[in-house]
C-alpha cells in the first residue's frame, strides 16, 4: 500500500507558558456563549459510554439542544461499563507523594514518550474534579472504616492513586454519567436515540453540520443536523475479532469521519492485555480480561519442556519454568503489561503453552494459598476465581488458572487538537475514539479517567468557543444527499451480494490475520504480507458475503457486515502505519527494534511524533507528522531488567 | 452434545409469533449459551434463513443486554448468571431448551428474543438521579460516608438493568428494578435532598408504565444475575410511603 | 453442525400486537395513593394486619371452650355486652363486624386490582412450564389461598354465627352450635375447617411477612426475626384454631 507524506501538523492549538497555567489559559480564552443563545444550538453526541454519556449531560445541563445517539437499548450499555480496575486521580489524600505532577509524569512516561505533554498535564489536573463529581452522583467507590475514600495503586504505580468500586468502577462511573444524562432527557435538554447507528458524516460547508444514522429497528435512514457533533464512540479493539471488547465496537463511526476529512492518528497502538482467559475453541466469540491485580499474588509458569501433556500438579517445580521471574527478577510477576504479554507469546511461540491449542500459560496460586491460607486468597479474589470457573469449568484453587494475551485498548483514534477538535471544524472526538492522551501505551485506570476528563470538563468548554460563531445556518442539501446515498448505497450493496460467507466468518478471518500478522509483535515481513491479504479478502468479503432478511427491520447480519467492512479499511491504515512507524514504542512492538534483551528500543530521533493519516479520495493515504516535544519530563529508555 | 431448541420467532411487533424446534448437534461444553445460539445462526443465514435476533454486547455479565427465559426461568436455572455467562456444560446432552424473549407488556417483542426494555429508562429519568451539574461538587471527603452505608448502596447500585426481575415476576413488576436504584441513592448522604421526591416519581411512573405491583413473592431476586436483595423493595415502600405520608 | 428447523404453533396465544396508531401508554398519570400499586399494597397490608389482630382475638375466645361452655358463653356474651350501659347491646360487636367488612372489601379491592394489573402486565404466557425459583410456595397461592378463606368465612358465617348450616340451628348458644358442629359424625365438618385454617396459616406465613415488607418494615438486619415472627405467628393461629373443633370431634371437650 502506497501513502505519501504531507504537511506537517505545527499547531495544536495548545496555548504556550508554564504546563500549568495552559489550561487555565484557554479556558479564559475560550469565547463564552450567552445563555439565549445556547438554545439555538445544537449538538450531537454519538456514544453514551463514559465520554459520551458526560458529554451530552453537561452540554444538556449548559442549555444546548443535544441529540445523543447510541447503539445499544439504552445509554446504560455502552462499553465503558465492562472497566473492572479503576480510575485514577491525583487527589493525594493518602499523602504518599503523589500530586498533579506526578500524575502527569507518569502518563508522558508510560505512554513511551509519543503522548503531548500539554494534553497530559491537562488530564491530570482534571482529574481531580472527576472524584468529586463521581461521588456528588452518588457513585459508590469503597470506602475505608473512617469513611473517607479508599484508593489502591494499580499496573506497577508507586503511589496509591486509583479510585474503585469493587470489581465494577466502570459500572458504577457509567451509572453516574448515566444517570445525569436521564436527568437531562427528563428536562428535555437531550433527546435520546437509542438502537441508532450512526453510518455517516455530514460535512457541510466545510464544517461538521450533521450524521447519517440508521434506525436499528425500523432500518430507516435519518438525517440529524447540528451546529457541532461531537463523536465518543468508544474503541476499535474489535478489528482483532477476539478482544475483551463489546460484540458490538466498532469502528464505523470514526472511519466513516475519517473518510469525511477527518486524520487518523497512530492507529497501529494497541494495547494487549495480558491476563486474559483464553480461548477455549472455535466458537469463541469474544475474551474476558481477569484484573491484572492476579499478578500480585499468582505466579506465571509454563512447562520447561515442549508439549508437556502432564496435567500442571503432576509437574515438579524442578521441571516448571516461572519465565518472568527468571527474566525480570527486579519486578518478577509484575512487570508491565506489554512486557508480560510478549513474554507470554513468546514460551507459547516456543511449543510450551499450555491449554487448547497450546496457547496459554499457568497463572499458579498455589504457593500464595500454602503462604497466606486459603481463606485469604479467596477473600482477596474470591470474585475472580469463581468468574474465571463460570467460563471455564475450572476450579483455580486446585488447578492453575490459564491465561493469555488479549487485545484490549486502543491508543489510536481520530486526530484531534488541545481543543479536542478534529480537522474536520466542529467535529469533536472524545474518550476513547480519539487518539489524544495516552501516547503509545495507557496506564492502567487511565481510559477511565481520560473519558469522563474529556466529558464533563474539558469538551464543554472549547466546544463553547467553537459554537460563539454559530448557529451556522441551514446545511447545504446536496451534502446531506451524498452522505445519504453513500450510506444507501453501501446497505444495497451488502444485502444485494448473497454470497456463501457469513459475515462473522470474515470478520474471524480478518481478526486472526490482525492478530498474527499485527498484534503483539510485528515485523516488516509480517505487515507486508497483511497489507497483502487484506485487499484480497476485502474483495472476497465483497463478493461473496452473505446477508439475510431485508434492510428494513432490526437486521443484526446486516449491522454486523457493515462494521466488518470498515474494519478492513481500518485493518489496512494499522498495518500501514505499523509498517512505517519502524521503531518499537509502548504497546507497538516491531522486532527488527529492540536491544539485545529483547526489550522495545525507541527510535526518538525518526518517531517522536504523531502519525495523523488523512484519507483521499483515490486511496492513497496521506502522512501528517505532528512532532512531539518534551519541555518537562525527559525522555529515557524503560528497563525493567 | 446434541440439542434440540425450541425458540421463540416473531419477525416484528406486528407478527403473532411461533415456536420453532431447531436441533443442533456437536455443541461443545465449553461455548458460552451464546456462542452455541451464534453457530446456530451461522448455518441459519448460510440456509438462507433469517438468524434468529437476539441482544447482547458485553458477553461479561455487566452491560444487561443479554436476557432470555431459558426453559421457564430468566436466565436459565444457574444462580446469579447472565445468558451470556451461562455456559453449555450446565445441560446435559440430548436435552429439550425452549427459549422465549422477556414476557411483559411494558417490554414489547421487537424481533425474536429482543425486546424494547425503555420504560427502564424513563423510570430512571423519573428520578433516578443525584441533580448535580457538572463542575459544582464539593470535595470528595467533604462528607464522609460510613463504610456500612457505600457497601449496602453498592450492593444495590450493581444492578444491570437486565429486565430478569420483571420477565421472572408473576405480576410483571418491575419493583426490583426501581428499588435498586432508589435503595442505592437512599443510603448515601449525596441521596438524601431528594430523597422522598425520587420514590415517588420513579414508584409512580413504574406504574404508568404498565408493570404489575409488587407482591412480594421474590422471584425476581432468585433470578437477578447481581442478587439484588428483596430488602431493597422494602427501603422502597417505606421511602413512598413517608414520601406520600407528606 | 446440522441444523433442522420444524415449526410448531407455540403454547403462547396471546398476539402481542399493539393497538393500531396508538402510542404505548409514557405520559404520567400523576396517580393518587390508592391507584398507585405500592399504595394498593398498603392497602393490603394495614387491612391484612387488621384482619390478623381480629384472629389473634378469636383465637384466643374460642380457646375458651377448654374452660367449659359456660365460660365459652360468657364470653361470647360478653362481647355483645361488653360497654353495655354506655352504648346499645351490640356496639362493640358491631364495630368489630364493621371494621372487618371494610377491611375483608378493601383487602379483596386491592387484591383483585393488583391481579388485574398484573394480568395486564404479562398478557402472553411463557410457553415453558413455569418453575418458581423463589423458595416457598405460600408465595403463589396467595390469590387462590385468600379466595378460598373468603369462601370458608362465608360458610363459617352461616355455620357458627347464623347457625343456618348448623344442626342446633339460631336459637342456641355459641357453645351449643359450636359443640354440635364439630360433632364426631359431622367429622367432615372438621376436615373443612382444618383445610381452611391450613389455608389461612399459608396466607398468613407469607402475608404476615410481606405486610412487613410492604410498610417498608423490614430490612436486611431484620429479615431473619421478621420471617420468624411469620412462621410462629401463623403457626400459633393454626394451633390455636384447630385445638378446638379437634377435642370437639375427638370428644375432649363436650
Ligand atoms: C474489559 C475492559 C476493562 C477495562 N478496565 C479499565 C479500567 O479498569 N480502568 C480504565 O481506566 N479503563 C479500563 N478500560 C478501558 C475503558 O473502559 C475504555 O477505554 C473507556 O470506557 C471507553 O469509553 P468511551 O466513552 O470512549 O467509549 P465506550 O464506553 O466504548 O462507548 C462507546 C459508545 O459509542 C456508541 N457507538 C459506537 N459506535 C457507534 C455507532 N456507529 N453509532 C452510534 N453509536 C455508536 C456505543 O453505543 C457506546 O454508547 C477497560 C476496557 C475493557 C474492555
Ligand atoms: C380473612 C382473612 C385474611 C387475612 C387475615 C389476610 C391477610 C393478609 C395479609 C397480612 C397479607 C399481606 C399484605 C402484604 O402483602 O403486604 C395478605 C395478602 C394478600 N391477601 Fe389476604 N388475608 C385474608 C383474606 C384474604 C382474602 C379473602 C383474599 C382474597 C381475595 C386475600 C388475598 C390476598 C392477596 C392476593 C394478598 C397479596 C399476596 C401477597 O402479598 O403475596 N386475602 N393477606
Ligand atoms: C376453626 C376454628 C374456628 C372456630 C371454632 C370458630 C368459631 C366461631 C364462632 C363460634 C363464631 C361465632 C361467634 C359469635 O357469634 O359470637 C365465629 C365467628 C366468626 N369467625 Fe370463626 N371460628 C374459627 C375459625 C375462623 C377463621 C379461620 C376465620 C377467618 C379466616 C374466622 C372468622 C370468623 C368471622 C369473620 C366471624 C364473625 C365474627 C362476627 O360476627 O363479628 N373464624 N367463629
Ligand atoms: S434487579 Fe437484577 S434482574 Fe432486575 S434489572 Fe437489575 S440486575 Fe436485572
Ligand atoms: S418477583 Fe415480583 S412480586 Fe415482588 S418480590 Fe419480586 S417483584
Ligand atoms: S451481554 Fe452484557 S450482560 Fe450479557
Redesign the pocket.
Known sequence: MNFVEGAEIRDTKAPAGPIEERWEKRKFGARLVNPANKRKLDVIVVGTGLAGGSAAATLGELGYNVKSFCYQDSPRRAHSIAAQGGINAAKNYRGDGDSIYRLFYDTVKGGDFRARESNVYRLAEVSVNIIDQAVAQGVPFAREYGGLLDTRSFGGAQVSRTFYARGQTGQQLLLGAYQALERQIAAGTVEMFTRHEMLDLIVSDGRARGVIVRDMVTGDIERHFADAVVLATGGYGNVFYLSTNAKGCNTTAIWRAHERGAYFANPCYTQIHPTCIPVSGDHQSKLTLMSESLRNDGRVWVPLRKNDSRAPGDIPDAERDYYLERIYPAFGNLVPRDIASRAAKNVCDEGRGVGPGGLGVYLDFRDAIGRLGRDAVEKKYGNLFEMYERITGENPYETPMRIYPAVHYTMGGLWVDYDLQSTVPGLFVIGEANFSDHGANRLGASALMQGLADGYFVLPTTIGDYLADGPFGDVDEEAVAAAEVAVRTKIDRLMSVNGTRTPDSFHRELGKLMWDYCGMDRTEESLRKALERIPELRQEFWENVKVTGVAEELNQTLEKAGRVADFFDLAELMCLDALVRSESCGGHFRAESQDSDGEALRDDENFAHVSAWEHSPDGTPVLHKEPLEYEYVKMSQRSYK | MNLTLKVWRQSGPKDRGRMVTYRVEDVSPDMSFLEMLDVLNERLILEGDDPIAFDHDCREGIC?MCGMVINGV?HGEQVATTTCQLHMRHFEDGATITIEPWRAAPFPVIKDLVVDRSS?DRIIQAGGFVSVPAGSAPDAHSVPVRKEDADAAFDAA?????????AACPNGSAS??TA?KITHLSLLPQGQPERLSRAKAMVDQMDAEGFGGCTNTGE?TA????G?PLDTIAQMNSDYLKANAK | MNVTATIERGAATAPVIPPKGEEKPRAKRPGGFLTSSNGKKAVMAVTGAVMVLFLVGHMLGNLKIFAGRDSFDEYALALRTLLEPIAPYRTLLTLVEIVLVVSVVLHMWAAISLSRRAAAARPVKYAARKKSQAKGYATHIMRFGGITIALFVVWHLLDLTFGVVNPKGFDSSPADRMIAGFDPSRWYVTLLYIVAVAMVGLHLRHGIWSAFQTLGVANRDRNRALRAVAGLGSAVLVIGFLAPPLAITFGVVQ
Open positions: 444487561g430468566a427502564f450493581t444492578c444491570i438493568g437486565c429486565g430478569a426481575c420483571v426490583l428494578f435498586a425476581c433470578v437477578c444475575p447481581k439484588i
